[in-house]
């Protein structure tokens, strides 16, 4: 299997900066693809942005885009969100995913909150 420890969490400010990090560590080599979703209070668990471990493709929401960058560094294992531009909807426990292509392998990291407010 493969464990997640993320970190970077915290308050951040309206129009600041926040930066997530994903460590995995285990059978990494079972890695396709890892993501970041989010879970809003009173709201359900969403996709925030993915990217292939290989490849280094990302894709996010819309919501996003042009805020938020997901980035991989495979030499420490190491999955990045560098969240811009922060808006209080922003406001959510974000947790990192790992997995396989055919999901054989989906990987949890424990959660960080983000609080976005002045």
């Known amino acids: 299997q493969v464990q997640l420890v993320e970190s970077g969490g915290g308050l951040g400010q309206p129009a600041g900066s926040l930066k997530l990090s994903c460590t995995a560590s285990g059978k990494i080599d079972r890695i396709y693809m890892t993501g970041w979703y989010r879970r809003a209070p009173g709201k359900q668990l969403e996709l925030v942005a993915t990217?292939?471990?290989?490849?280094?493709?990302?894709q996010c929401i819309d919501s996003v885009k042009g805020r938020f960058t997901i980035s991989r560094d495979n030499a420490n294992n190491t999955t990045y969100l560098q969240m811009n531009n922060l808006k209080p909807e922003d406001t959510a426990v974000y947790y990192c995913n790992a997995r396989s292509p055919d999901w054989s392998l989906n990987s949890w990291g424990q959660g960080t909150q983000v609080t976005v407010s002045s």
């Open positions: 990217i292939i471990r290989a490849s280094g493709i990302t």
